[in-house]
């Protein structure tokens, strides 16, 4: 058992971005300048419901945005992280990468 | 626009470990041999119910194994991971640190 009684750092991880679906957009995202909704879609392996949904917690958050464009006469849904989205992101990842080392060390 | 539709490594995270609240107690049980509940609720910030619920759910899934101990008269409630749960974390990371670092590549 270990000694210390410290705020453990997953308290420091926002759940908004921590669900797996929103994760996964967000790691495309950050990837990619953009992405379509049908690209997300499949990449990530989500119905339209599932996608939209996550989406509009994403957009309430600040941290995508949603255009939709047409070409020809079909209409195409775009996405991409704002800045605010990337570094919430990024630093969600230097949350995680703490705690990845942190558990290997704890293991040795 | 990234041009490959292959499925995303955020489709191979498990719901059940990567939830912020279970990825937090599994993190800590991979930390420690075994915790208390109440230091497991005070490390990450939890009510008791909140933590029941998780570890109920983390129990039903074969990833923790709890155990009530009396010291005295005072009730004890130790939690351990079990080697599934400490495999399943294990592979969770490694999922993580590829997301993570495929990322990092890409942002470059």
Do not use: C, Y
């Not at 339209?48 to 255009?67: I, P």
């Amino acid at each position: 058992m270990i000694s210390t009684s410290a705020e453990h750092p997953t308290r420091r991880l926002d759940d908004v971005i921590h669900q797996r679906v929103r994760f996964g957009i967000l790691a495309v995202l950050t990837e990619a300048d953009r992405a379509d909704f049908q690209f997300l879609k499949e990449r990530l392996g989500l119905t339209d419901g599932n996608l939209s949904r996550h989406l509009q917690v994403l957009a309430e958050a600040g941290f995508v945005a949603v255009t939709k464009t047409f070409e020809g006469r079909r209409p195409r849904t775009w996405v991409r992280a704002t800045s605010t989205g990337r570094s919430g992101f990024n630093n969600h990842l230097v949350a995680l990468q703490e705690i990845i080392d942190q558990t290997k060390a704890g293991t040795k």
